[in-house]
């Protein structure tokens, strides 16, 4: 079930980002530092009611937030929204360990 997380859900979001971070690591991915991702930008994202978790029973499998910020690098697409507020998927996290059940596809 997918649902937009809460305060309570953010210490297992945090830690689905960390078992990302050493898993890209260990594969010498080096995209991510000590200040980016951090809990504070998640804080605010959960806040802001933009995370949403997928969720097996109550098990925080994964999270992406949706939001309308996008990188200046898409300015040059001609996007084919026709009216209203487009949502960008952002910083999709799945939890290592559960990514062959294809959360990933879901989210």
Do not use: H
């Not at 995209?31 to 098990?59: C, H, M």
Request: proline letters at 4%; glycine letters at 4%.
């Amino acid at each position: 079930m997918i649902k937009k997380l809460l305060q309570e859900n953010l210490p297992d979001a945090f830690s689905i980002i960390e078992s990302v971070i050493r898993k890209m690591n260990a594969e010498k991915i080096e995209q991510w530092d000590e200040v980016y991702p951090n809990v504070e930008i998640l804080e605010k994202d959960i806040k802001k009611g933009e995370a949403y978790g997928f969720f097996d029973s109550t098990e925080l499998k994964g999270f992406i937030v949706l939001n309308e910020e996008y990188s200046a690098e898409y300015d040059s697409l001609e996007w084919e929204a026709c009216c209203g507020k487009v949502s960008i998927p952002n910083k999709p996290y799945v939890e290592c360990k559960k990514s062959g059940l294809r959360v990933n596809i879901v989210l």
